[in-house]
């Protein structure tokens, strides 16, 4: 069978990647993909946008795509999932109207609130006067959302009072996200330990993966501006037994019972954001209606089902209650573009090292990059991430970091951290 993978970054590389290992797939088409999907077996790019679903479908048609998976949140947000299943093609990824979920900060708060799942307290806000005066009423820091899509960038904690109001007035007054933030959600601030809980759903169905846990801060020890992550890994230590059992029941399993009461059918990957405090309640931060960035890639190196199978029983209606989990840890470390997160240079030639030889237990997913000529040049803030699979967390650590020793670019750089959570946890 022929699978479309709609997307060009981190994730969209591991999907193609571990899609390609199924017996069922003849090709994997990855539109637009980037210079790493492009060099995968049975993987070829088409140049085709993310948000030209016509050009999507029509491709389809043409090349006898039997299966597509949609990657990032746009598409979804858009309608790719409800104008394909229209056209006849199967088609994994939630529909329009479930997207908001991810869509609207505002109706997914709102959703949280109706089915008495855990979230921070807010308020939401269309005009800067009134949302000014709650935020004087506040305790700090405290979290501001963008109620749109915005690329990653629309959360922003505010440490203080007077750092509050002047992000208030950028995205309210001066369009710093444009429409997206048009609304802006005003959030208390939680605090505690976060945590990366990704599924499978399938007409009331769930299939829980493996848990994860990312590093959004920019630098190490957690400093610096929120970015789309700097890296992952898998499983996360603070979900143990009883908490997963805990996120199923008050998280989970309420989101799905939710859907379906609130009439919104949902086929595809959900994706709940938590912190999880102190007291072990784990509290929902936010909602992605697809797998996250960069934590798909450690995901996907642990994951010994066949996720194209898993993908179609879930498009039929018929999920397993399971999948197969390797017991080692994945870690992945992303490494970014000179003045990432904010605006970055692209175009700068990527060198690999002649030592970096392929083995099983590293894998290099790529993200903004893109071949020119014979050469991979940047092509994005997020560039690559280096994965590794380890008998514990220390020794996938020391792999990844081992094998970054042979990537450079001018002005890359990456997080020495990742996973210091888990490290600690190991070492005491």
Known sequence: MNILIVGEG???????????????????????????TQQEAKVSNVAISVDDIDGLILFSRENSVDLCIVGPEG??????????????IKCFGPCKAAARLEGSKIFAKEFLLR?????????????????????????????????????????????????????????????????????????EFLHGEEASFMCMVAEGKVLPFASSQDHKAAYDGDQGPN????????????????????????VIQPTIDGLQTDGLPYTGFLYAGLMIDEQGIPKVIE??????????????????????????????????????????????????????????????????????KPVASVKIFH???????????????RVLCV???????????????????????QGMWFRKDIAYRAVRREEA
């Open 10 to 36: 981190g994730r969209e590389h591991a999907l193609a990647w571990k899609a390609a290992q199924s017996d069922l797939v003849d090709t994997i088409f990855v539109a637009p993909g980037n210079a790493g």
């Open 75 to 88: 598409p979804l947000v858009q309608g790719i999932t409800d104008a394909f299943i229209a056209a006849g």
């Open 115 to 187: 089915h008495q799942i855990p979230t921070a307290s807010y308020a939401s806000f269309s005009s800067l006067k009134p949302a000014v005066e709650y935020v004087k009423a506040q305790t700090m820091p405290i979290v501001l959302k963008a109620d749109g899509l915005a690329a990653g960038k629309g959360v922003i904690i505010a440490y203080s009072e007077v750092e509050a109001i002047t992000t208030l007035e950028d995205i309210l007054a001066n369009a710093l996200f444009g429409e997206a933030g048009a609304s802006v959600v005003i959030e």
């Open 227 to 250: 970015t789309g992550g700097m890296g992952a890994y898998s499983p996360a230590p603070v979900v143990d037994a009883t908490m997963f059992e805990k996120i199923m029941t008050s």
């Open 287 to 356: 909602y992605n209606c697809r797998m996250g960035d960069p934590e798909t890639q450690p995901i996907m190196m642990r994951l010994e089902s066949d996720l194209v199978e898993l993908c179609l029983a879930a498009v039929n209606g018929s999920l397993p209650a399971c999948a197969r989990w390797s017991d080692k840890v994945a870690l992945g470390v992303v490494l970014a573009a000179e003045g990432y997160p904010a605006s970055y240079v692209k175009g700068r030639k990527i060198g690999f090292d002649e030592s970096l």
């Open 367 to 381: 993200a903004g990059t893109r071949a020119d000529g014979a050469d991979i040049v940047t092509n994005g803030g």
């Open 387 to 409: 994965c590794a699979l380890g008998d514990n967390t220390q020794l996938a650590q020391s792999k990844a970091y081992a094998a970054i020793e042979g990537i450079s670019w």
